[in-house]
């Protein structure tokens, strides 16, 4: 496995994380076997993945509850992992960050959080962001956390956020990132790799989507959250089918790689991205920690960089 810095921070992250919605169940299609939620970070720790996400909303605590327990259960591997959760935007208000985080702090059983993040922004609540930070700087002070991070902030939110914090910086942001949905490239990517600001890069699979098992034929099933999910869509799905799956699987039979770590590669190949794929089974966690210790070269990265800009996929699904 490959490392880096998270942010500007000494923390050394995996270059593939693990994300843990999947443990949460019910968005799935559950149910998710606390079993199996260990198997899959008992692999993850194995290959040297190091890094899991997590949040407060995923099956409403339970998906922190699995991680928590299963890092206690497997012994002696807190110290060499780093756990990061997330608050939801309805629970910005000073005292409600103190209270969410405590909250999910027990529900994961760990002394400190890693990394704290707001998981989108307090939208319709009107809370001032700056009264969120003062609660994030509170919590480092206290030592409930240690590091600040948001996720889904426009560009003009995060400088705002940035600009509210008196003794901390934020060192991440997460954002949906994946070769389907780019647009955290039209202003946000160039800014965090300005000032050092680790992108974790959520869907970096697009949920599947760019793995080429799903098409306009074979949507998936079983009654998860991708059944309203844009990207699977008919028209979209044969836009991907037709377009880019061809291209991922060509490059994969080339590589000798499968189409998720083609996807993968493809992501950590822009500098400061960290994919946090989350996994169903151990199997799905060993292909994707495969996506890291060696890079496409730049022909095919362009290759796979044209397709995907000639993709059209709308959201407007009605
Ligand atoms: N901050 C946010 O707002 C936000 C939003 C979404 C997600 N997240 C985080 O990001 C993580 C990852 O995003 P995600 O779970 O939405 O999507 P994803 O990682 O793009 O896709 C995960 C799905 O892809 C399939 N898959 C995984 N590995 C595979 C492999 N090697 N080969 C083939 N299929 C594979 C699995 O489903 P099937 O096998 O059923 O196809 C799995 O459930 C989440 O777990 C969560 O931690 C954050």
Redesign the pocket.
Known sequence: MEYINLGKTELKISRIGL????FGGDA?GGPYEYGVAKEVIAKAIELGINFI???AVYGRGRSEEFVGRAIKELGGIRDHVVIAT?IPGDWHRYDDVLKAARRSRERLGVDVIDLLQL??PACWHNVPICETMRAMERLVDDGVIRYIGV??YPLQLLEAARSCLKKNDIVSS?N?Y?LIERDVEKELLPYLQREGITLIA???????AV?G?YSPENR?RGGDLRENEPVFYPDNLKEISTKLTPVIKELASKYGK?P?QIALNWLIMHGNVVP?????NAA?VV??AGAAGWRLSEEDFRRLDEVSRSLVITYVTW
């Open positions: 994300g843990a919605w999947q799935w996400d997590t949040a997330k998981h989108w996720s889904n997460q949906r994946n959520w869907s970096p699979l697009a949920k599947g793995t098992k998936p499968t998720a946090i794929p989350g996994a169903k799905q292909e994707n």
